[in-house]
């Protein structure tokens, strides 16, 4: 006998065959049509005369003049769409330089903030099935202008100490250059959300040269308080079918929603929505903004465990021309093999550290290769996927996609993902 | 969600555009939903006009708690159960509905497709309305159940049961059948 998941999937199929021989004849369209702007033209028509217009309601208030003002000036000089009506360019020039005033004395911002992704991985990893994991960031800014910042999750830290750029993928595999980084590095694209000066200015240029984005940018009453809403569409950067759909924030359709404070231009909330089959899916929030707060100079500062293992960029090898000329297939397979004979020397050779941390060498350490499969790409990634199927030591069956690229000083394949 | 959201204010604001561009969205998911649910294409073409017509005469003052396309889909619904249920078609009519199409010009295999087609619109129209409606709503329309039951001022649960039931009729129609 069926079960209901069954039925219910039969059932599916046979609205699907349906839904193809729904047609509207193409007079009954016209009708539809026709009689619905009527409908429409009337009932507007009765709204105008019982209501005043929502442009002389705003224009009473001298504070919602000032908003409205800035709003206008910025979505006039970028073509998005907002109200139709035109405003005193000068007027609305020097409000707005006034607002931007109010902004720049800030010295700190504390975030916090939820987002679907696994606690250690990227940082712009993305998984819709997956519940919330933390995220908080803090920036600050020393009256001799060095600047510090930092973000986190669970099992992943970046921390710029205005001298160098740290990144802590716990329990203990760093990153460390030498430089400060700017927001936004190691795809830590949320970070920029700290850089409140830019934030509204940069959005809606992006979005005027972005044919990829739409926005739409409108003010609100919340709570008696005037506010800038920002919304945002952004295409996928890889195609529907594409292995990374979905998976990264920015190989996804999905919507940005930014609330400024219209007076300070202080953002306030934002949101993240996928699209995805017919639903938004929040992906991510902000849930806390503390701007100017003191921040303890201990959170720039990061403790290290003593068995720390460092990022090193691939070397050129005595015979590297050797792993060079290897296939995506044959450099998986010889990894593998690498993990099977627990030959840590050849190991490191497609993997980009100092050395192997004592907890990998035991997960891989003596594996089966079951199969390796036929190697594909992502629009979204420079590298190769390359399925494969093992077997641990601990009888478990591991099916995934082994991420390995090569665009490094030595040109040789290593291992960027997928254990 | 955005695109929705901003139509909507954009209707708010007056524009016919997005109007006619609601319609263009929409039209054929609730042609598809009338037609489901009352099995006449042509009472369907008459629900779906009356639909959009009304809506196109309050939506300046609507204000939505549930997604454009929900609320479309179950004024569909809410028409066809009110103003449609003596119209709709009863299961031994069924051999004369015109099913699918595109299957027409198949070869000889695709024939027992549309004998399994035939087979499961029956069933489905063995069901009592409440259920089938319910079903259709769901698995054809994708509507939640918490928008169905908030669309018919009904208990969740009540839905849920419904649905259940159904599927388990459909079940036993259909292995019955086999």
Known sequence: ?419 | MFKDKWLIWKLKQGSSDALCHIYKKYKANMLALAIALSNDKSFAEDIVHDCFVSFAGCCCKLELKTSLRSYLLTSVANRVRNIGRDRIKSAIDIDEIDIADSYSNQPPKQAMDNERVREINSALHQLPFEQREIIILHLHSGLKFKEIAESQNISINTIQSRYRYGINKLRSILDGEV
């Not at chain 1, 940082?123 to 600050?140: N, P, V, Y």
């Not at chain 1, 190691?186 to 240029?205: G, H, I, N, Q, T």
């Open chain 1, 1 to 419: 006998m069926r079960t209901a998941e069954k039925i219910e999937k039969l059932i599916k199929q046979f609205f699907e065959t349906q839904k193809t021989s729904a047609v509207m004849p193409i007079e009954k369209d016209e009708q539809v049509i026709n009689e619905a702007l009527a409908a429409f033209e009337k009932h507007k028509t009765q709204s105008a005369i019982s209501q005043p217009s929502v442009w002389r309601i705003i224009m009473k208030s001298s504070i919602t003049k000032f908003a409205v003002a800035a709003v206008i000036i910025i979505a006039a000089s970028l073509g998005i769409t907002f109200l139709n009506k035109s405003t005193p360019v000068a007027y609305a020039n020097q409000i707005l330089e006034e607002a931007i005033k109010a902004v720049s004395d800030l010295t700190s911002v504390h975030m916090k903030a939820r987002m679907r992704t696994l606690p250690n991985d990227n940082f712009g990893h993305l998984d819709l099935e997956r519940d919330f994991a933390s995220i908080e960031m803090w920036k600050r800014t020393e009256p001799n202008g060095l600047v510090q910042w930092r973000v986190e999750k669970p099992g992943r830290v970046l921390l710029v100490d205005g001298t160098s750029t740290l990144m802590l993928i716990r329990p203990n595999y760093g990153v460390l250059e030498k430089t400060p980084y700017p927001p936004g590095c190691f795809d830590s694209w949320f970070s920029l959300l700290m850089d409140v000066r830019k934030l509204l200015d940069d959005e809606l240029k992006n979005a005027k040269s972005n044919i990829d984005r739409e926005a739409l940018l409108r003010h609100e009453n919340v709570n008696g308080s005037d506010k800038t809403i920002l919304e945002v569409e952004h295409k996928a950067n890889v195609p529907e079918n594409d292995y990374l759909r979905n998976k990264f924030i920015f190989d996804s359709d999905h919507l940005k929603v930014y609330q400024f404070d219209s007076e300070t231009k202080l953002l306030e909330s934002f949101q993240i929505y996928v699209h995805k089959d017919s639903k938004d899916i929040l992906v991510f929030e902000i849930t806390n903004i503390e701007y100017n707060q003191p921040i303890l100079d201990s959170v720039f500062k990061l403790d290290l465990p003593e068995n720390m293992i460092w990022h090193e960029e691939p070397k050129v090898l005595p015979d590297n021309e050797k792993y060079q000329k290897m296939s995506p297939k044959e450099t998986t397979q010889a990894f593998f093999e690498a993990c099977s004979k627990e030959d840590w020397v050849e190991f490191l050779k497609f993997w980009s550290s100092t050395a192997v941390d004592e907890g990998l060498k035991s997960y891989l350490g003596g594996l089966e290769i079951i199969s390796i499969g036929k190697p594909f790409q992502s629009k979204g990634y420079g590298g190769w996927f390359v399925p494969y199927e093992i077997k641990l030591k601990d009888g478990s069956i591991k099916k995934r996609n082994l991420a390995i690229r090569n665009d490094n000083p030595a040109k040789r394949w290593v291992v960027d993902g997928g254990i």
